[in-house]
């Protein structure tokens, strides 16, 4: 019996607000880019399994609209898998009340203090 999955790949992108304000009311928003130049539409994993691409999303990273929480020590835009609105990034780490990514919270566990 087949199964059907989801695999989302998540980008990052620092942008001037203004300039994505601006670019939506003039009706070309810059995000919205023909996704043939940059990546195939479908993936080829092996004989018997074929990625199909089906949509892109933008989501404006705010800790107080979304799931979206910057890492205590280096920033990095973490989620909290264990709520139910959780995004596509990376899983959220909790040490002492404090939200880290998984990277600074193995380096806080090993006695590495955060160098950022
Ligand atoms: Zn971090």
Redesign the pocket.
Known sequence: MKKEFLIAISYIVEADEELIEQSEKDKHPVFNINLDNYFPRQIKFNEDILAKWTCSTTVTLESKSNNSVK?E????WVTQRDKPDALPLSRAEYIDEKI??V??ADNIRSGINCR?
């Open positions: 890492c020590c280096c920033g990095t880290y990514c990277e600074c950022h």
